[in-house]
């Protein structure tokens, strides 16, 4: 037999030996993500629902801990049953290549324990009504730390020759990283060293467990010294797992907190570069474009003067956006950009950087400058942004205390930020005539009526209605009473208010979009309709920007239909970006 | 052509030896028999020469192989059977033997069926549910369907009744002569090994203190019975190479190991008042307990004939 032939042929063997088993650990995770699926909605747009954590029972965190623990008993069950610790072990008496039984091994982790616990995940993401590529994302991260534990418990189970031993080297290891961090703590303080980068301590956990693995079916029966080595190894990765921010939680647990809220991308790559201009200063940030339909933001930002002794001084980083601004491409009008796209995403966005915290009186507005480097390209159902760079460049009038500060030879600016990456996803589109659109989650949206000028636009109304088949809905509803719909925590549920909803009418024919903007709002109270059943009605007025024709808007709205777009948080990393020494132009 | 060499074979458990300059060759198509007391090193010296045990000094070589790193292809020229071995014992028979047969290109499917008959073991029966000789006659099957170039035996009758022994005894036979089928075997059955048995090793304390053929050592050992006129020489110096001394009254019954034939000579020479010599073959049964009364005698600071003289 060739390696990939005896691989298959240990692998059946595996698979029929431990059928039973694998058929309950499959019930089990598959009843686990039922419950999850009918007990915890998922609310698909941000920002999370904390309060659903308040519908997870007591069962349900048992039963997470319950599958995560059989997943790895699983694991260890599957290696055990060719062991390395038994010296006449069936298999060392047979004429099999190590290798390919490491590989059967390995074979069967990924095709039963692994894939199933993912298979449950996605079912679950699905069943929630998780958006694909939210679900992809967390079932990623989740799928990276749940392989570094099982490939940990592996090693456990390779070094062990029973369940029962397998449990205490465990426990022992488990033990022994809380310890570890106890004492560490003790001994850091506060002063936490900087943490690898997940995907490289993911990539140095997973070689060290497969590779340690391999060699211990390499050496047949590892006693001793192997054994120790093995379980050091083990306690490394663990600590250097847990010490990264690879722990991640299954679909069930982020249900139970209502949204990935952290989600760590690729390191952004920022540059800064700054130079004076007698009193100004002019400072040039920049960044890499965005994928296509994303768009960057930049969080938190703090700027600072910094001096080759130490000296800093902060500047306060501020964008300014006016009201009005051109957006030719689109409706050949102003055009408003939300404040909190401007400083990358939109370059040539009027900005500011002032001094002092907070220094929103700064006078040099009128010193900005800005780039029109931007290209917006028009689809039948959206806005897809594609920039060769993205800059941001602020001239801002120096007081004397900067001033004396930048001229300190060597004096630099830095910007650390986060920088948040949003993809732009269609919700859904309406035909732009009073018409009813059923969405999944227990929303119905409709186009309630067209207003005639002067106030010309779009009624939108959003109704949402649950019976007690899932009380989460009612839960809702008496919180988008209490808090109004405007609230950051309520908003999730009625579409339309969503800030981060964008409104456009779009025309197949012409490719081309009428941005809207929301005018109006109104609440409706909740209403009992059934026993137990609430709903309640939200009214969105849909203006258009700018100055649009009554018959151009007529136009629209009889050949367009009503598209709603949402920014989607996908990513977010943090960015450090340090200026060369600061020189003064000579003009 | 020898199948096994073994060379100055030392294996210690921690600082327990086990095996102690072990040196010996079992010719090709042997059926080599290990004998000694229990803990002497013998399933030790058969684990190291299935390749289970490699961290051992000295050489052990089979067929030109080290047996510390016996490749795949080496090992499907091995056979090996142990008291106490796990088989799968999760799988019904057939599913073991379709399991096992991929891996050996020899694997007889005919000798396995015939194996089967002769053992009667129902293939279709779950080997957890075997009583223990079915589980050894399974094993056995195991081990010799593939036509293995060696076959390592360790304790394979004990507790077996006289019947399953007799089947065990015959496949091993039928197995040692179709295909020139080396075999080493470790057992405590004496009389099963005498039967089988074309040379012989005695291992105590882990010290290969012989190794040679039957057919030497029946020529060599003797089993004398002396009577005595009276109590004169009863307590005499004797050689070292007498063993196992019994007394009963002016009765001593001992092995000897002498070449020449000369060896009635020497007796009566040793006990001149004897009224009766009598010497005869050495059964493996008396080499055996002879060694061992004289090994215990050692242990027990008991006085040997030497000593008490």
Known sequence: MNAVAEI????????????????????????????????????????????????????????????????????????????????????????????????????SLLLTVVSVILLAQFAAAWAMGIYPSDAAHIILAYARFFVVCVACASVCAAITSNLRGFLLSAVAILVGTALFWIVWGAVRGDNAAPVPPTGTIFAASIATS?????????????????????????????????????????????AQWGGPEVKRGKPADLSISAHRDGRALTVVLTS????????????????????????????????????????????????????????????????????????????????????????????????KTRTAILKLIAAVEMPDSVLQLLSTRGA???????????????????????????????????????????????????????????????????????????????????????????????????????????????????????????????????????????????????????????????????????????????? | MNAIVVENLSFAFGKAEALEDVSFTVPEGALYALIGPNGAGKSTLLQILAGLRNNYKGRARMFGSNCAKFTPQDREHIGYVAEGQKLPDWMRLEQLEAYLAPWYPTWDFSLANELRERFALDATQQISKFSRGQYMKAALLCALAPRPKVLLMDEPFTGMDVGVKDELVRGLLSASAADGCTIVLSSHDIAEIEMLADHVGYLQSGKLRLSESMENLRERFKHVDVVLADDALLTRVTPTEWIGFERADRRIQFVMAHDGDDAEQLVKTHYPNATRVELRQATLREFFLAQQRTQLQVRNSLPTMEQAS
């Open chain 1, 412 to 587: 630099r600016i830095t910007v650390s930020a986060f920088i948040e990456d949003q993809s732009l996803e269609t919700l859904f589109t309406l035909p732009a005539s009073p018409a009813t659109h059923h969405l999944k989650w227990g929303t119905t949206v409709s186009i309630a009526k067209f207003a005639k000028p002067a106030i010309k636009g779009i009624e939108l109304e959003a109704v949402t209605g649950e019976s007690t088949r899932n009380p989460i809905f009612a839960g809702v509803a008496d919180q988008v009473h209490e808090y109004e719909v405007t609230s950051y925590d309520s908003t999730y549920m009625f579409i339309p208010t969503v800030s981060d909803v964008q409104y456009s009418l779009t025309r197949n024919f012409s490719a081309d979009t009428l941005h809207l903007m929301k005018w109006q709002l109104g609440i409706g109270a909740p209403a009992m309709v059934l026993p137990s059943a609430l709903f309640t009605g939200t009214v969105v007025k849909l203006v258009p920007f700018g100055k649009v024709s009554d018959d151009e808007f007529s136009d629209w709205l009889k050949n367009g239909q009503l598209v709603l777009n949402i920014w989607e948080y996908s990513s977010h990393s943090l960015a450090h970006a340090e200026s060369g020494v600061v020189q003064q132009n000579r003009t």
């Open chain 1, 8 to 107: 298959l042929h240990i692998l059946r063997k595996d698979l029929v030996r431990a059928r039973w088993l694998l058929m309950g650990f499959a019930l089990l995770v598959s009843f686990s993500a039922w419950r999850s699926a009918v007990s915890r909605p998922w609310m698909p747009i941000e920002p999370c629902v904390r309060d659903c954590s308040t519908r997870v029972t007591t069962l349900d965190g048992i039963l997470a801990v319950v599958v995560f623990a059989v997943a790895l008993m699983v694991a260890a069950s599957l290696v055990q049953s060719d062991s390395t610790q038994r010296f006449n072990s069936f298999w060392k008496l047979q004429p099999v290549r190590t290798t390919s039984v490491f590989g059967a091994k390995l074979a």
């Open chain 1, 288 to 383: 890499p474009a965005p994928a296509a339909n994303h768009r960057l933001l930049l969080v938190d930002a703090v700027a600072q003067i910094v001096t080759p002794s130490g000296r800093a001084m902060p500047l306060s980083f501020t964008v300014n956006v006016p009201g009005k601004n051109n957006s030719p491409h689109v409706t050949k009008e102003t055009f408003v950009v939300d404040s909190a796209v401007a400083p990358l995403l939109r370059a040539g966005t009027p900005a500011v950087i002032t001094s002092g915290s907070p220094q929103p009186n700064f006078p040099s507005r009128r010193e900005v400058v800005a780039f029109d480097n931007y290209v917006d390209a028009v689809s039948s159902n959206g806005v």
């Open chain 1, 210 to 254: 497969v590779l340690l693995l391999f060699w211990l079916f390499r050496i047949r029966t590892p006693r001793g010294v192997a054994r120790i080595a093995a379980m050091a190894l083990t306690f490394t990765v663990i600590v250097g797992a847990t010490y990264s921010d690879m722990i991640s939680y299954s679909v069930n647990e982020f």
